[in-house]
């Protein structure tokens, strides 16, 4: 079974420190992602990375970065967290190949709240 | 750029009935896929049904299917025999075909489907 790991499950930071978000990915897939998870948006896509120190922009990225330094590990890093950072947020992780059968599978989700 | 639209932002369904899920995208692209994602309360997002834009025939899994409409551009879930495990928030993604690097999947902003006994 593909497994995806995130750090923390919920996590309470406050405004200006610099937040670390961890997922570790057992499959050695190629790509990971990141989304924001807000009620009424749904899933809007951070960065993401197809490769160890490749990374994309997606929709959303100002105010995070990310890194990704070994495959299976992929860390979202908000610089300095504001208030309205506060939100679920799930890492994925799918195959490079694209094809219909290569699903992306999803962690459990981190669900921060910036105070 | 692609867009997914959910319309139905709660449906409710009782026990050992059917309900369907909207869903219609945008897009400009012929190839790429489709797909129903289900996130329990406090559980992990998993997919549900995927579909092929060049496969005419609608998809299904057990209890789940698909009414596939290309030219209309909409992808609706059809949940048939409904258990009280349905009651989930489920997403309808999009995703190109196009391009060798890892692509994201554009989300709708869900449904919530509650299921009552």
């Known amino acids: 079974d593909v497994k995806v790991t995130q750090s923390s499950r919920y996590l309470v930071k406050r405004t200006g420190e610099k937040v670390f978000l961890e997922c570790v990915q057992d499959?050695?897939?190629?790509?990971m992602f990141w989304y924001r998870q807000d009620p009424g948006l749904g899933l809007r896509l951070i960065y993401f990375?197809?490769?160890?120190?490749?990374?994309e922009k997606g929709d959303i990225p100002e105010g995070y970065s990310v890194s990704r330094e070994k495959k299976e590990r992929f860390s979202l890093i908000l610089e300095s967290a504001s208030t309205n950072q506060t939100s679920m947020y799930l890492c994925?992780?799918?195959?490079?190949?694209?094809?219909?059968?290569?699903?992306?599978?999803f962690g459990p989700g981190t669900r921060l709240t910036v105070l | 750029a692609q867009t997914v639209t959910q319309s139905q932002p709660e449906m409710s369904v009782q026990e050992a009935e059917t309900v369907t899920l909207s869903c219609t995208y945008d897009t400009s692209e012929s190839d790429y896929y489709l797909f129903w994602y289900k996130q329990p309360p406090s559980r992990q997002m998993i997919l549900v049904i995927r579909?092929?834009?060049?496969?005419?025939q609608n998809a299904t899994e057990n209890r789940f299917s698909v009414n596939f409409q290309k030219a209309a551009k909409s992808f609706s879930l059809k949940i048939s025999d409904s258990q009280l495990g349905d009651a989930a928030m489920y997403f309808c993604?999009?995703?190109?075909?196009?391009?060798?690097?890892?692509?994201?999947?554009?989300f709708g902003k869900g449904t919530t489907l509650s299921v009552s006994s």
């Open positions: 579909q092929e834009a060049y496969k005419q």
């Open positions: 499959m050695d897939h190629e790509n």
């Open positions: 993604a999009y995703r190109s075909a196009l391009g060798q690097a890892g692509t994201a999947l554009i």
């Open positions: 990375s197809y490769d160890v120190k490749m990374k």
């Open positions: 994925a992780s799918s195959l490079f190949r694209q094809t219909v059968y290569n699903e992306q599978f």
